[in-house]
């Protein structure tokens, strides 16, 4: 597991929300795969990205449906799916079934959860 900063920590181990089009990865469009900031595990694919306009990395699904752990999350009021690395339990964000085709789906991602591999 790699060291993260107070920030990362507060997102990934304590469910944080980054502020939106405050992170890196927002306006990110480099060709590689994005990584879980803890444990480097690869969730998504450059090709997967998609600019969605709600201040996150937005991605409509995942390099394999067995990295990403979906939890339903009833807090603040409202029923999200909650997304989590399955390796490691990191936070990422939050899936929404509002995304482009071919799926549907809007995982939208904070970068402080987030590393990035360039191709």
């Given at each position: 597991?790699?060291?993260?900063?107070?920030?990362?920590?507060?997102?990934?181990?304590?469910?944080?929300?980054?502020?939106?089009?405050?992170?890196?990865?927002?306006?990110?469009?480099?060709?590689?795969?994005?990584?879980?900031?803890?444990?480097?595990s690869?969730?998504?694919?450059?090709?997967?990205?998609?600019?969605?306009?709600c201040?996150?990395?937005?991605?409509?699904?995942?390099?394999?449906?067995?990295?990403?752990?979906?939890?339903?999350?009833?807090?603040?009021?409202?029923?999200?799916?909650?997304?989590?690395?399955?390796?490691?339990?990191?936070?990422?964000?939050?899936?929404?079934?509002?995304?482009?085709?071919?799926?549907?789906?809007?995982?939208?991602?904070?970068?402080?959860?987030?590393?990035?591999?360039?191709?």
């Amino acid at each position: 597991m790699k060291k993260l900063t107070p920030e990362q920590e507060a997102v990934c181990w304590g469910q944080g929300t980054e502020a939106p089009f405050s992170g890196i990865y927002n306006d990110h469009y480099k060709v590689g795969i994005y990584t879980c900031v803890a444990c480097k595990s690869p969730l998504y694919s450059s090709k997967s990205k998609f600019k969605s306009g709600c201040g996150r990395p937005s991605f409509f699904e995942p390099l394999s449906e067995d990295i990403i752990l979906e939890i339903e999350d009833t807090s603040l009021g409202m029923r999200r799916v909650e997304i989590k690395c399955k390796n490691c339990s990191s936070h990422l964000g939050h899936s929404f079934p509002d995304g482009p085709p071919p799926t549907g789906i809007r995982h939208c991602v904070n970068s402080l959860s987030l590393d990035f591999i360039e191709d």
